[in-house]
């Protein structure tokens, strides 16, 4: 099956510093992946859809110099929140979309990743 | 504007019983929905999707673009169905979630 993988899945950082969460699929080629912010007790807020080999796109309210998303080949993504803060402090989710049999980008499923919970101190 | 409902937090039913999960959502163009599934400690996984008009573990689903609803159904729940259900619009390229609805069967 395909799977996803995040990485770290827990991290604890100081306020100010910056962090960064991978996002791999492990076998599958992804040309879109996406990122998701969930809050506790909350649905999955999606923040940027990101594109291999262009610009990631950001979701209205989404700071993109905040939250730099970087899609260098189609099996990486990096989601690298910057100047953390402690409201910065969440669960963040990637999706990657496998391309459908058709070869057309957009038809294939879904798979997430397992999450990555930040926690700024 | 592209909108999930999900009206009910916490639904709680005893083992045997039907379960129903609620989905209302708002959306001008032709929907494609879905319903995902978390169980406890485990990452989110499609569970069905409405084009594919298929039953997965017992479960159903159907598209009433008149009520705009997708209600997620099973006939007799069990307590392996204990997890975070979320209902989602496919727009474009993206998926929009709903709130989620906990699932708790009881034995």
């Known amino acids: 099956g395909a799977v996803v993988s995040q990485h770290p899945s827990w991290v604890i950082c100081k306020s100010g510093t910056s962090v960064k969460i991978e996002c791999r699929s492990l076998?599958?080629?992804?040309?879109?992946m996406f990122w998701y912010r969930q809050f506790p007790k909350q649905s999955l807020m999606l923040m940027a859809t990101s594109n291999e080999g262009s610009k990631a796109t950001y979701e209205q309210g989404v700071e993109k110099d905040k939250f730099l998303i970087n899609h260098a080949s189609l099996t990486l993504s990096t989601l690298t929140v910057t100047s953390a803060h402690p409201e910065d402090s969440s669960f963040y989710i990637c999706?990657?979309?496998?391309?459908?049999?058709?070869?057309?980008?957009?038809?294939?499923?879904?798979?997430f990743g397992e999450g990555s919970r930040l926690t700024v101190l | 504007a592209q909108r999930v409902t999900q009206p009910e937090k916490l639904l709680s039913v005893f083992k045997g019983a039907p379960v129903e999960l609620k989905c209302n959502y708002s959306y001008s163009g032709s929907p494609e929905l879905f319903w995902y599934v978390q169980y406890s400690r485990q990452r989110l996984q499609l569970l069905l999707r409405?084009?594919s008009r298929e039953s997965i573990k017992g479960f159903t689903a159907d598209l009433n673009k008149g009520e705009t609803s997708f209600h997620l159904k099973k006939p007799f729940a069990q307590e392996e169905d204990s997890a975070m259900y979320y209902c989602a619009l496919k727009y474009g390229n993206k998926l929009v979630f709903g709130a989620g609805t906990i699932l708790r069967v009881k034995s």
């Open positions: 076998d599958f080629q992804a040309t879109t």
């Open positions: 999706s990657a979309r496998k391309v459908g049999t058709s070869g057309s980008a957009g038809t294939g499923e879904l798979f």
């Open positions: 409405h084009i």
